[in-house]
């Protein structure tokens, strides 16, 4: 499995191995999002952790990976949709939808809160929003989210986009401090180590 990997990592000439993020620079460092990999964003409050998200969750979403079968000796290339469950706690799925149309539209969120947009404004949000209904972004907002759930939810969403003939590719959590973790581990313990706990069954999950 190790030569294998290596073998299909070789034959890209330098490109990507995993999911592109969409910035060059981040795609040097990281070669993409790799499947297996737990990515931690931090930041201060109000810094744009949940806009990058967001922006990461269109970009996989938007761009099919391209995949190499041999069949009957011929090399054969297709592309594969890839899809992204987004996990949303903190804000609602109206408001995210919201702003990931706000993204890709590039129009600034405060003008649609405002209502201060003008028609070009609103003609890119229509257009955007035409786009964004046909990503296979699946955006689950429960507010009281486990861990056992999270790992039935996103079960559920990869049998789901196979049946669409989607891979499960991206998987967005916002935020880990908010997912109940309640039974990870000694009830008694504090906070931090329910977390390191919870930490290390993403790991495993992933």
């Given amino acids: 499995e190790f030569f294998e990997q290596m073998n299909l990592d070789t034959s890209r000439n330098g490109a990507i191995t995993g999911y592109s993020t969409g910035i060059k620079e981040l795609d040097d460092v990281t070669a993409g999002w790799q499947g297996g990999d737990i990515t931690l964003i931090g930041g201060a409050t109000g810094q744009g952790k949940s806009a990058f998200a967001g922006c990461q969750a269109v970009n996989v979403a938007s761009k099919p990976q391209r995949e190499v079968v041999e069949f009957n000796g011929e090399r054969i290339d297709y592309d594969v949709p890839i899809g992204v469950a987004f996990f949303s706690l903190e804000m609602r799925r109206k408001r995210l939808a919201q ?108």
Avoid: W
Avoid at 111 to 121: A, F, I
Avoid at 163 to 178: K, N, P
Avoid at 183 to 206: C, I, P
């Fill in 99 to 206: 702003r990931l149309c706000c993204g890709m539209a590039r129009v600034n969120y405060k003008l649609l809160q405002t209502g201060n947009g003008g028609p070009y404004d609103i003609h890119n949000l229509i257009g955007a929003r035409t786009r964004l209904d046909k990503l296979p972004i699946f955006i689950d907002d429960s507010p009281d989210l486990t861990m056992a759930r999270f790992e039935a939810k996103i079960a559920r969403i990869e049998a789901m986009f196979a049946a669409m003939g989607v891979r499960l590719g991206l998987v967005i959590l916002d935020y880990m401090q908010l997912v109940d973790v309640q039974g990870e581990g000694d009830k008694n313990s504090n906070r931090e180590l329910q977390l390191n706990l919870a930490g290390r069954r993403l790991q495993k999950f992933a």
